[in-house]
């Protein structure tokens, strides 16, 4: 077989030699790390990472190959959206052979769908060190067919593109409304009751959308802009979605008139970011950011914690709350916010991924808490 070279060169200048897969085109953007053992089909699409080149730690990716797109109450079954949105895959092993029952073709032949670059053959433990000592930095895919690797003019033939400085939201938002309902099988069916739900979607994953309408909720999800106040509904979701959250100010602003009108909310991720924002709070960027399966977090006054599933380059500053909220969820490892509550009113929101895919589920009773809130 023959192999393409391929190179992943990082903001300060460390370079890092493989071979290419998936398509062979040049890309930059933000180089994170995920450390989930399984679940790339489910990364790959998350809208979370969208402009970010992914580095999942474990060695072995594509060895149960990609799933089928098939739909499910108007979803794709197996995915957190329609499509691939990362910019590029970096892994240290490929399986070019693929097993698993329900496999429809390679990892490599579904990055080449959407022309997504992969590179493999390179020490990912070693970029996630990096990366963990000096911070996120940008980082580019080149290819190169030649045996001299990169040159000097190779090596600045692509600019390094932060897409953080773009609204990265408005790229992954629903173009429209959408209605999702619960079919007879959820478990609020015998209730005779569906709570109407308002998903504002910022690039939330599949997954929040089925998490809702398994527990007999009917799910209006509206784009990020959207002024869904003049809806009808029982209580509003704020998804989770990419980048930089002080971008979204009309849905900060549609935030603060829902909180007046009193209704419950919750949110997850970036939406945990923007009711922050809207109850006044400031948010930072993190040094490398929290993207792995398996961080714990402690919820405040108890001595409960859980293990989560997170990935956001932001956080919140619990000391900009005002008097009338309170942190909900922290980090225990580096002490960050990972949620927010309000102290009278149904309004709460958590950093990491309750309903994540695939897993941790500790948390996914959070969703009963928002839909018994709903119900009243």
């Known amino acids: 077989m023959n192999k393409k070279k391929a190179y992943l060169i990082l903001e300060d200048g460390t370079t890092f030699q493989g071979f290419s897969f998936g398509a062979a085109a040049p890309v930059s953007g933000e180089v994170v790390f995920n450390t989930a053992m399984t679940g790339y089909p489910e990364s790959l699409t998350d809208p979370s990472y969208c402009g970010q080149i992914l580095v999942p730690t474990f060695p072995l990716i594509g060895n149960y190959g990609v799933p089928p797109m098939t739909a499910e109450n108007g979803l794709p079954k197996f995915f957190e959206s329609d499509k691939i949105h990362i910019k590029a895959l970096v892994i240290s092993d490929y399986s070019f052979e693929f097993s698993h029952w329900n496999a429809e073709k390679s990892l490599d032949e579904w990055l080449k769908e959407y022309n997504v670059p992969g590179i493999y053959g390179v020490d990912t433990r070693q970029i996630t060190k990096i990366i963990r000592e000096r ?15 990169v040159n000097e003019d190779k090596n600045t033939s692509l600019a390094f593109d932060d897409p953080n ?20 099988n959820s478990q609020l ?34 784009p990020w802009d959207y002024d869904f106040t003049t809806l009808d509904y029982d209580g509003l979701m704020l ?97 960050t ?40």
């Open 135 to 149: 911070g996120v930095m940008l980082g580019k895919i080149e290819i190169v067919d030649d045996e001299d690797g």
């Open 165 to 184: 400085e773009e609204n990265l939201v408005a790229k992954v938002s629903c173009k429209e409304v959408q209605v999702f309902k619960a079919d007879n």
């Open 189 to 222: 069916s015998n209730s005779h009751i569906s709570p109407k739900i308002v998903l504002v979607d910022c690039g939330c994953k599949y997954n929040i959308i089925r998490c809702l309408v398994n527990r007999g909720a009917t799910v209006t999800c509206v």
């Open 239 to 335: 998804g989770n979605g990419p980048g930089n959250p002080t971008m979204c100010g009309k849905t900060v602003e549609h935030i603060q008139k829902a909180m007046e009108i009193g209704k419950p909310i919750f949110g997850i991720c970036l939406g945990n970011q923007l009711l922050s924002l809207a109850a006044g709070a400031n948010t930072y960027k993190l040094k490398y950011g929290h993207r792995s399966h398996n961080q714990p977090a402690l919820e405040v006054g108890t001595n409960r914690a859980v293990i989560t599933s997170q990935n956001h380059g932001y956080a919140v500053d619990t000391a900009t709350l005002g008097n009338d909220w309170e942190p909900y969820f922290v980090n225990l490892n580096d002490g």
């Open 337 to 376: 916010n990972e949620g927010i509550r309000h102290k009278t009113k149904p309004f709460f929101s958590v950093q990491f991924h309750p309903e994540a895919v695939s897993g941790p589920n500790d948390t996914e009773y959070l969703f009963d808490k928002f839909i018994a809130l709903c119900k009243k």
